[in-house]
């Protein structure tokens, strides 16, 4: 129930406003009973409450107080309507009353539009080159208009940010940047000329880079190069019947193939094998395209692929996809490994981690000292030094026919992986068949560790030196130096005891004559002599204690004389992403191809470094590598590139395509050369800080 004003409230608006006592109440009840607000209503427009207005559409409160059928037939402000029409209609049903109660429509008056009907008059309509001359004229008057409110500056958002105009001399990176909120970025390189795409003979196609797929595109072009995974990802008992077709797949269009779904089903599983079906399509096309290079951003935009590895994330979606496809296919964990971890004595069940790719990280004590990638692998499954009252054993439980690594250095400072790369790796130190000679290897490591922190301590006690008035560490070989220096200058008689030695007046006692120079020089000379013997054999013994460790971490890495004993699974490296757009792979040849001259081809494959950016958008180009009949000595007779490989009218090429770049900076390039297995090696070791090995 709405209240009317308070008397106090009509008093205050006709004292201030000299209105009579009912006008000063329609003001109130039309500013909600507030005298503040009525007063200066009506200041602002005494007219605004007009006599016909106020009869219309003020508020009534009558109409609750009495009886609905007398108040309406008294006042007459009201129209009646019926509630039950007569069983017969007049001659026209608008003779009847209304059938609706009565809404402020019913009581609005006319509308006098003549003003806008003469307006509309087709006489005087523009026509619309005159409207278009007329926008443009408004829009130059606004664009002229000096009256338009400037820019706002100040403090937005957050009370502790402030933005403002850049007049400082020198920001923190770290603390601060700009970017447009919500969206994000990426650089578009436009694929070489139509004419610059085609393969050419004898060379591999690959998949070139992607803005979301990271190494996902390398991985591509390896797998297809092993004979094994490219049979298993083209999953032969799952296919299509029609592949669908589309004219710009190759460059990143999805082919649109039409389906039967089960509408029960949710979204998220109805496209689970596309997966199955990408990587059939990406197979086909290494196979037999006459194109270079396709893309995998198709793969690498579906749901399944899509996260903080697309790596990892492609791997083990296709393999739940393809085990769901042909379950009886033994085939389809081949990229799956395992680790397991055990306690014995307990009785809670063993922790197994099933993963598909094995992220190994370099620390900054291991890397550049000569480890390998065993060492590294070695932090990542025994990470806490050797106990022996430690019982729990972690070890690789199952190994996939296809390993794949990818090895980070850690910090930013120095450069490439840090740890040496082998050819060829054998995982048998880390499988459960070897836990009992690791175990030993693990004991030993850690005596030699032991004996090289000694070592580290020791020294430390003689080459540093710290005074108790000085703060920083003082070398005490060069504190010795520098002694040495200083009295072999013949520095000037100083006071001994507090007391010049030249006073007359003073008689100097013989044992507290300052010493000669020279026997003080000869004694700190035998003894720097003695610190530099003492480190000298420390270093050696170091030294030694490095070749040990560097002796067992070689352990079961390489086969040893007796078949029986192991290392007995051998992996090869077959491929190397050093960076997203550089890939190393390890190709097959055709027999028809084999130069039987060349130790590297004899064996039927060819390693081939690809490049796919807008650094190799130069002109075309021709390699060739040395063979068992070029001239002796290194590189005899022979042009090198920049990989070092020799450059020739036959032989290895490397097709570099695109125009000059300062022609065409933004438009990418590749470049497809064949290196040799000892230049793949150095550079899955320098070349980047991470890297993806298969």
């Not at 070489?192 to 190494?215: C, L, M, V, W």
């Not at 037999?288 to 979606?317: C, H, I, N």
């Amino acid at each position: 129930m709405v209240l009317g004003p308070p008397e106090s409230a009509i008093q205050a608006v006709a004292d201030f406003t000299s209105l009579p006592r009912d006008a000063a109440i329609r003001w109130l009840k039309a500013n909600d009973n507030d005298p503040g607000k009525a007063a200066n209503a009506y200041y602002e427009n005494p007219n605004a409450l007009a006599t016909e207005t106020e009869a219309n559409n003020t508020w009534d409160e009558d109409p609750f107080h009495s009886d609905k059928t007398d108040y309406a037939y008294q006042t007459g402000n009201h129209t009646n309507f019926t509630v039950h029409p007569p069983d017969s209609l007049g001659p026209s049903v608008f003779d009847s009353a209304p059938s609706r109660p009565p809404s402020r429509i019913s009581n609005r008056g006319l509308i006098d539009l003549t003003a806008e009907h003469a307006a509309a008059d087709p006489s005087k309509r523009l026509s619309a080159a005159e409207r278009e001359e007329q926008e443009l004229q408004q829009a130059v008057a606004m664009s002229l208009d000096q009256t338009l409110p400037r820019q706002a500056n100040g403090v937005t958002g957050m009370s502790s940010q402030h933005f403002g105009p850049a007049n400082q001399e020198h920001y923190d990176t770290n603390r601060w940047a700009m970017t447009l909120p919500g969206t994000t970025t990426h650089e578009i390189i436009l694929n070489p000329e139509p004419e610059n795409r085609k393969r050419q003979d004898g060379t591999p196609a690959f998949i070139k880079p992607s803005t979301s797929g990271y190494y996902l595109p390398s991985l591509i072009t390896i797998l297809h190069a092993i004979p094994l995974s490219r049979e298993v990802l083209l999953l032969r008992e799952h296919t299509l019947p029609e592949y669908g077709h589309e004219a710009e797949w190759w460059d990143g269009t999805a082919v649109k193939v039409p389906k039967v779904i089960n509408v029960a089903e949710g979204s998220h599983d109805r496209d689970w094998d596309e997966v199955i079906y990408e990587a059939q399509r990406l197979m086909a096309f290494l196979d037999m395209t006459d194109r270079a290079y396709g893309t995998a951003d198709v793969l690498a935009s579906l749901e399944s692929v899509q996260g903080q590895e697309p790596t990892a994330s492609f791997l083990k979606s296709w393999q739940e996809a393809a085990m769901r496809a042909a379950s009886t296919n033994g085939l389809t964990t081949i990229f799956e490994s395992s680790g397991l971890k055990v306690t014995p004595g307990v009785s809670e069940a063993p922790h197994r981690v099933p993963f598909h790719t094995l992220e190994v990280e370099v620390d900054l004590e291991l890397a550049d000292t000569g480890a390998s990638l065993y060492d590294a692998i070695d932090e990542i499954l025994w990470p806490a030094p050797y106990d022996e009252d430690d019982n729990e054993e972690t070890y690789l439980d199952t190994i996939g026919e296809v390993f794949t690594l990818r090895v980070i250095r850690q910090g930013f400072s120095g450069s490439g992986l840090g740890v040496k790369i082998p050819a060829v790796w054998y995982p048998d130190r880390y499988l459960k068949s070897c836990k009992d000679s690791v175990k030993e290897i693990r004991a030993r490591k850690a005596n030699i560790l032991k004996d090289i922190e000694r070592i580290r301590r020791v020294e430390a006690s003689i080459k540093e030196c710290k005074p108790a008035d000085m703060e920083p560490v003082v070398d005490a070989r060069k504190l010795l130096e520098t002694a040495i220096e200083h009295l072999e200058k013949g520095n000037p008689p100083q006071e001994v005891n507090g007391v010049d030695d030249q006073d007359d007046n003073i008689v100097m006692d013989s044992k507290s004559k300052k010493p000669d120079p020279a026997d003080i020089v000869k004694e700190l000379r035998i003894i720097t002599d003695r610190v530099e013997k003492k480190l000298e054999s420390l270093e050696k013994r170091r030294d030694e204690a490095r070749d040990q460790l560097r002796n067992l971490s070689q352990l079961l890495t390489k086969p040893t004389d007796n078949p029986e004993e192991p290392p007995h699974n051998k992996y090869t490296l077959r491929g190397v992403s050093t960076e997203p757009h550089i890939t190393y792979v390890l190709q097959q040849l055709d027999p028809n191809d084999i130069d039987h001259s060349s130790n590297a081809e004899a064996t039927g494959w060819q390693w081939w470094r690809i490049s796919y950016s807008a650094a190799d958008a130069n002109p075309i180009s021709t390699t060739a590598s040395p063979s068992a009949s070029s001239p002796s000595g290194p590189n005899q007779g022979y042009k090198l590139d920049g990989w070092g490989v020799p450059k020739g009218s036959v032989g290895d090429w490397a097709r570099k395509v695109g125009k000059e770049r300062e022609r065409n900076a933004d438009r990418a390039g590749f470049s497809v050369q064949k290196v040799r297995e000892v230049e793949v090696l150095k550079a899955a070791r320098d070349e980047s800080t991470s890297a993806l090995l298969v």
